[in-house]
């Protein structure tokens, strides 16, 4: 009983950290736009008509789809301390095996069995993309940030050769996989237009938030990625986590890229790279790695895209200027998470040097009102 | 040339120095004189605010108030950069020698002029080596020295711009009584030449035979100022009394014996049974093990041992020495590539840590807080570490919360664990109580065997003892412990019988009955050690 002051303290806190960087970046992202000569106002209104009211909040839900999946992808990896930066890659192999293998699978299997070994399909596409960087980093301790990004442009490279290559829609001139037929598709989740991926996404981020919270898996997992030696020494296989964390992620990740093109894109195009995972990426530490707590982040995320290619457009800005936001929350995340760190911990969080110049200041000024 | 230029006969004071960390003030208020050519004696238990002195000092740490005062001008000791220009020099408990570099390139790294004059660094070099007592060869690689001759390269290094002041953290910790007996002859000459000298210990006999004041810290205080006068007065055990009561204060009559023992005032002798190891059965037997180590860490080569049951086998040896590899290969955590380990009589050699731990193979190691603990889990998750996803504490693959919190209240109680609640993060508890933490997991659900890598390192005397008794009754109810330690008085005090390594091997081994054993054992590491480049 005593625990829930301080319990409750800690989850407000964690909310205003959460929220505090986002709020930042929205304004210093106004004074941006301000500063360019457009409307900041009119801006972040019309993201809000396009992003929700009316049924727009409909197409934020097929956009939140993928970015949820790939969130919990990421989230895997880096609860075990492996920076898996391969999404790009990892995504777009996914994508492929619905869209290169969908029309040809749907034309001879029945529907939902199709269904169900097309997204598996893509799951497995992503797993196998880690083997090489789990390879190295279990056997070698070669960093995983650069062979996984590495990996992902192969992939990418990879995706394109088969779309230009025997994927290819021969019907059409620019190179495209063919277009699956609309009943193929994932259906509505009744009276929406919102796709079942939506659905199976929430249901992901609710098993692995259980998974990593409450069973013997999530806690070694957890005791990997706080240290590799704890791991060591209380007997965990650390060779094979890496590769079951890495798989993990990366079947996650291949997935959302099967339930983005089977939901909601039905062909895929070459050089098609919507850059998921770069959108998600400030949001997954926002929550800090919790697959639950994420959900209304990809929430706002979605609404913020889906509402800003159009507000950007009639305001006159570059549709890139979500990255801008994006790229704001993220440094703003860092300062908030450094300054609370340093009053944890009891420290100033300037300089010394800058301090004592600063309250100098203070201390004359004081001083001389006091007089 | 003279030798020591910015020496003069002056006085550094400190004035009410205080320094505050959140929720500990590890200086109050402390004031003390440091005069040249004495040796000040810094006396205090761990945790005491010794620590935090010296990095105030050394211009690491800047206080929170309070002076420092050299020739009577008052100094800011801003960055370790002034400190040097001071002409003070520290030499830390461990070696900062960069292993890489020959012993001339360690000593002209703080050089700040644009080229490096070997020449005159030489020259330098001879000089402090005439100073100290010792020869250095200038060309040899750090890393070939031993760990006295270590200590001389770090005590030149410290007086190579000239000191006034020359700061020796405990450097006794890691040396053989002989290599303690150069150190005390290398001290006298540098007070000699009148520097002055703050050499750090918390060994009382340390302080007594080196030291011409005593300062005693405790709880961040000042507590306790024996000056020259008065120690030339007082004997031996007059001396040792009036710091012990400085030190321990109203807690000396419940410590008793122990307190004087712990602060190392007297020889130590063996504290545990004689056992009869004909007729004890082994435990633990290892046949010609060598690892193939990963990355600097010294392996162990054909290691052969026999633990008994209720037998406290020592293995002495300087920290490095294959220490953390010979524990790992018994814990599981490390293969062997030859070699076979046996435990009752049944081979283990394939197994890993879960299996032995199963059998009752326990490790607590010397590397609590990255290795033992998780710092960000709770104390009740990091004492069922070793367990997870075993019942009771798992059903179905899903954490029972209220069956862990149930062992870890019976563990906390037991092994008197300090901890607001069982839920606290174990990052944040003390050092002592993080090793009770590792204890009560290691030795508890049917335990026959552990492991203990330096086990009382870096913990207050109290912890220390209760450590030491936790040991002793395990043992003593059939357990058998294999002690690692650079300590020999604790060495001394726990083992039957005492093993020394030296570079991975096994060189001598020594039995406990009665005197001289601390002096038979530092033979064996000098000869292995010290010997080859004498």
């Known amino acids: 009983m005593s625990e829930n002051p301080s319990k409750m303290a800690g989850a407000m806190s964690a909310v205003a950290r959460a929220v505090i960087p986002v709020i930042l970046a929205i304004v210093v992202g106004g004074i941006i736009i301000l500063a360019m000569g457009k409307d900041p106002i009119t801006f972040y209104v019309k993201i809000f008509q396009y992003g929700l009211t009316g049924t727009n909040w409909m197409r934020s839900l097929v956009l939140m789809a993928p970015l949820l999946v790939i969130a919990v992808g990421l989230i895997v990896a880096f609860r075990g301390q492996l920076w898996n930066l391969g999404y790009g890659g990892q995504f777009l192999l996914g994508a492929v095996v619905v869209s290169g293998f969908g029309p040809a699978l749907f034309a001879v299997v029945p529907g939902p069995l199709a269904t169900i070994v097309l997204l598996l399909g893509s799951a497995v596409a992503g797993a196998v993309w880690t083997v090489v960087p789990a390879l190295l980093k279990a056997r070698y301790g070669t960093n995983e940030i650069i062979t996984s990004l590495v990996m992902s442009f192969i992939g990418a490279g990879v995706v394109n050769l088969l779309i230009k290559g025997p994927l290819k829609d021969a019907s059409q001139p620019i190179p495209q996989t063919k277009v699956l037929d609309s009943a193929d598709m994932l259906p509505d989740i009744f009276g929406t237009k919102v796709h079942l991926g939506f659905l199976l996404a929430i249901v992901i981020a609710l098993v692995f938030q259980f998974v990593l919270s409450r069973t013997s898996f999530g806690l070694r997992m957890d005791v990997f990625g706080a240290s590799a030696k704890s791991a060591n020494h209380v007997g965990i296989n650390s060779t094979g986590m890496v590769f079951l964390v890495f798989a993990l992620s990366g079947a996650l990740i291949g997935l959302a890229g099967g339930i983005d093109v089977l939901g909601h894109e039905s062909y895929q195009r070459a050089n098609w790279d919507p850059h998921y995972g770069d959108a998600v990426m400030p949001f997954v530490f926002l929550a800090r790695l919790s697959p639950v707590a994420v959900v209304p982040l990809i929430g706002f995320y979605s609404v913020l895209a889906t509402g800003g290619i159009l507000a950007a457009q009639q305001t006159g800005l570059n549709v890139d200027f979500l990255l801008v936001i994006v790229g704001l929350i993220l440094i703003f995340m860092t300062i908030t998470e450094f300054v609370t760190t340093r009053r944890a911990l009891g420290q100033s969080y300037m300089p010394v040097g800058l301090k004592r110049s600063v309250t100098g200041l203070f201390d004359s000024i004081t001083r001389r009102s006091n007089r | ?534």
């Not at chain 2, 703080?110 to 005159?120: E, F, I």
């Not at chain 2, 000396?252 to 004087?260: P, Y």
């Not at chain 2, 209760?466 to 300590?487: H, K, P, Q, Y």
Request: aromatic share 4%; proline share 2%.
């Open chain 2, 1 to 534: 040339m003279t030798t020591l230029a910015t020496t003069t006969t002056g006085i550094i004071s400190l004035r009410e120095i205080t320094k505050a960390f959140p929720g500990v003030v590890a200086n109050d208020q402390i004031s003390l004189d440091i005069v040249s050519g004495q040796v000040h004696c810094l006396l205090g238990e761990n945790g005491a605010g010794k620590s935090t002195l010296i990095s105030i000092l050394a211009g690491m740490q800047q206080p929170d108030s309070g002076t420092i005062e050299i020739d009577g001008n008052a100094v800011a000791i801003t960055s370790p950069k002034v400190a040097v220009d001071q002409g003070i020099g520290v030499v830390h408990q461990h070696s900062t020698l960069i292993p890489a570099f020959t012993v001339l390139e360690n000593l002209m790294l703080g050089d700040p002029s644009l080229m490096l004059d070997r020449k005159q660094a030489i020259e330098r070099l001879d000089e402090l080596s005439g100073l100290l007592g010792a020869t250095i060869d200038p060309n040899a690689l750090a890393s070939e020295l031993g760990l006295g001759q270590q200590q001389q390269v770090e005590i030149a290094k410290a007086l190579w711009k000239g000191s006034r002041l020359l700061i020796l953290d405990e450097p006794t910790s890691m040396l053989t009584p002989q290599a303690i007996e150069h150190l005390a002859a290398s001290i006298n000459r540098v007070k000699a030449e009148g520097l002055a000298v703050i050499f750090i210990t918390h060994k009382l006999r340390e302080a007594y035979a080196m030291g011409d004041c005593v300062t005693v810290l405790r709880g961040g205080r000042n507590v306790g100022h024996i000056s020259v006068e008065q120690l030339a007065k007082l004997s031996e055990s007059e001396a040792q009394n009036a710091i012990l009561a400085a030190m321990f204060g109203e807690d000396l009559a419940k410590a008793g014996d122990d307190a004087a023992e712990l602060a190392g005032a007297t020889a130590a002798v063996r504290e545990t049974a004689a056992i009869d190891l004909a007729t004890r059965k082994v435990r633990l037997e290892l046949h010609d093990i060598s690892t193939r180590g990963r990355g600097g860490d010294v392996d162990v080569v054909d290691v052969s041992f026999t633990v008994h049951e209720g037998e406290i086998l020592g293995v002495a040896g300087i920290d490095g020495h294959g220490q953390s590899a010979l524990a790992e290969v018994v814990a599981g955590q490390r293969a062997s590539i030859t070699g076979t380990v046996i435990f009752d009589d049944g081979d283990i050699t394939g197994k890993g840590v879960l299996e032995r731990q199963r059998l009752g193979v326990r490790y607590v190691t010397d590397d609590r807080l990255h290795e033992g603990t998780v710092g960000s889990m709770s104390v009740a998750i990091n004492l069922v570490l070793k367990r997870i996803g075993q019942a009771p504490f798992w059903k179905f693959g899903q954490i029972d919360s209220k069956a862990v919190d149930a062992e870890a209240r019976r563990l906390i109680d037991e092994y008197d664990i300090r901890t607001p609640s069982a839920a606290t993060r174990a990052g944040t508890l003390s050092g002592g109580n993080i090793q009770k933490v590792l204890l009560a997991r290691e030795l508890t659900h049917g335990a026959r065997f552990v492991v203990v890598n330096k086990p009382t390192y870096g913990l207050d005397l109290k912890t220390v003892r209760l450590v030491r008794d936790i040991l002793i009754d395990f043992a003593a109810n059939g357990g058998a412990v294999l002690l690692l330690s650079t300590d020999l008085d604790e060495l001394v005090e726990l083992s039957n019988r005492i093993v020394v390594i030296s570079t991975g091997r096994v060189v001598g081994a020594v039995d406990n009955d009665g005197q001289g054993t601390a002096e038979r054992v530092g033979q064996f590491m000098t000869g292995a050690i010290e010997g080859r480049d004498r």
